[in-house]
């Protein structure tokens, strides 16, 4: 799709889409005004037989009627003036793609009311995450299920500097773009090594990429995370990803951590059938991770940064890790299977360790569809935080707001952590039913060191069946990408 700013005098192509981005309480006025007197009052007749008032979400279409050049008119509400931020400019325009996509018509020029500064990029952001569609194995599509729109130009007074400040939110758009593919593959597609292998194309952007296979991981000890994919005829893998952007390349580095379980079966511990075709996207955690180093070589951020994906299939066959069995961690703790559908933890404490034990950074942040618990305790908007660290936490919470991205934090009780001791090992990989997600945490919280730490259980976000809002599609969404960007580019490059 070609994306462009262009000046409010630049001439509607023919038989274009007009949308105008209309405040609540202000729907008729500004450049509605205008087109209501062009058209003979058409606009304000059509308002007046509706329900539309410029609320959040509401999308009112017509045909243009004779007195203007478009095909259609789209008004689109944005709620109150005053609480037009950059997410509600974002939704917006988003509201207004998704209104005419399937129309027919090939451009849409989207005028946004009232915009501030940098807004218009972010209209433009809107638009790129609202049109992501993954139809690579869609052969009979029917013409009229296919977006027609292939132009989008954004109204803007500065059309220089739109264009240049838009570069960044392009690169954001493209991360997220590749978390979503990865997340969406089918699993006889993406496996571990296929992963692996579309990490290290990133190269391209000047990632380093490494991978180790399962005799390198044999070597360092990382029992815990080759247990899991014993089962599986695909090969594990361990991806590092790094990205050196400071100006010190020997500075401190940051780092990320992603479960890639590409899918979980649940392994002996065997899940129910209804459902498990959404367990592809198990790896949600290490595609955020994925998405987040694209982003930082797309954008060329000031930043030293690594990201770990532990890549494994989590399968039931006669060399499968069984419940009952006990394995070495890397960083030698034992550790009690009690349940095989409890594999991400394991995946992630070989990672951690090998993350801090490799390249000391300031602080680890793990991304991982860990628990369906976390979906009873928050719903389907929150990603649940645990952290050892304030100052981290806040850093993610202030990034989520920004960028829309819902996160809250939950509480790491010491007293819980007496729920995952085991009687013959060092611990147990689950501690039952009561805080499901708390104890996950604290498993992991075992393989930290002290070092400041944040976990971020994205089971709750990472897919949405259905979505309600206009940039999220149904089906993968890349959460964490643009949070963890936001929170890098405002607290850690210098």
């Known amino acids: 799709m070609d994306l462009v700013f262009v000046s409010p005098a630049a001439e509607l192509p023919e038989g274009a889409a007009f949308a105008i981005i209309a405040q609540e309480g202000a729907v008729l006025s500004g450049l509605a005004a205008e087109v209501d007197a062009q058209t003979g009052g058409a606009l304000g007749r059509a308002l007046a037989g509706s329900r539309f ?286 349940n095989t559908d409890a594999e991400g933890r394991l995946v992630l404490a070989d990672a951690l360790w090998y993350c801090q034990e490799r390249f000391k950074p300031k602080f680890m942040v793990d991304l991982a569809t860990l628990t369906g618990a976390i979906i009873i305790s928050l719903g389907n908007d929150y990603a649940g935080l645990f952290s050892n660290n304030d100052e981290l936490s806040e850093n993610l919470l202030a990034a989520s707001k920004v960028e829309g991205e819902p996160l809250w934090r939950m509480p790491l009780p010491a007293a819980y952590d007496k729920q995952i001791d085991s009687m013959i090992a060092d611990m147990k990989n689950t501690g039952g039913r009561p805080g499901g997600s708390i104890t996950a945490a604290l498993f992991l919280q075992r393989f930290v060191n002290g070092l400041p730490w944040a976990h971020m259980d994205i089971a709750s976000t990472a897919w949405k069946k259905p979505s309600t809002v206009p940039t999220l599609p149904e089906g993968a969404t890349g959460y964490g990408v643009r949070l963890l960007n936001r929170m890098v580019a405002d607290k850690y490059e210098g």
Not at 90 to 111: D, M, N, P
Not at 170 to 190: C, G, H, K, T, W
Not at 288 to 305: F, I, P, Q, Y
Not at 308 to 322: C, F, H, S, T, W
Request: net charge negative; hydrophobic share 45%; aromatic share 4%.
């Open 53 to 338: 008032t410029g609320a959040k979400g509401q999308t009112l279409e017509i045909v243009a009627p004779a007195g203007h050049p478009a095909q259609r008119l789209v008004l689109v509400g944005a709620g109150k003036a005053e609480a037009l931020d950059d997410i509600a400019a974002e939704h917006a325009a988003a509201s207004a793609y998704q209104a005419v996509k399937l129309s027919g018509v090939s451009t849409l020029r989207i005028a946004l009311e009232g915009a501030k500064g940098g807004q218009a990029e972010r209209a433009a952001l809107g638009v790129r995450l609202a049109a992501y569609r993954f139809d690579r194995y869609r052969t009979k599509e029917p013409a009229d299920k296919k977006p027609s729109v292939s132009r989008v130009e954004i109204v803007c007074a500065d059309v220089a500097a739109a264009t240049s400040g838009f570069a960044a939110h392009a690169a954001l758009a493209d991360a997220i773009a590749f978390a979503r593919d990865l997340v969406s593959e089918p699993p006889n597609v993406l496996y571990p090594a296929e992963f692996a292998r579309r990490v290290k194309g990133l190269e391209s952007l000047g990632l380093e990429v490494e991978i180790l296979g399962e005799a390198e991981m044999e070597k360092l000890g990382m029992g815990s995370l080759l247990g899991v994919g014993r089962g599986s005829a695909r090969e594990s893998q361990l991806a590092i990803m790094r990205w050196n952007g400071a100006a010190d390349p020997k500075a401190q580095p940051v780092a990320f951590v992603g479960k890639g379980v590409c899918f979980d079966t649940g392994g002996i511990s065997l899940k129910p059938a209804e459902g498990m075709e959404d367990m592809k996207w198990d790896m949600g955690g290490a595609a955020a991770v994925a998405g987040l180093m694209h982003a930082l070589a797309g954008r060329k951020a000031k930043v030293n940064a690594v990201g770990i994906l532990g890549l494994v299939e989590n399968m039931p066959d006669g060399e499968a890790q069984r419940p009952g069995d006990v394995v070495t961690s890397m960083s030698g703790q034992t550790i009690e299977i009690i």
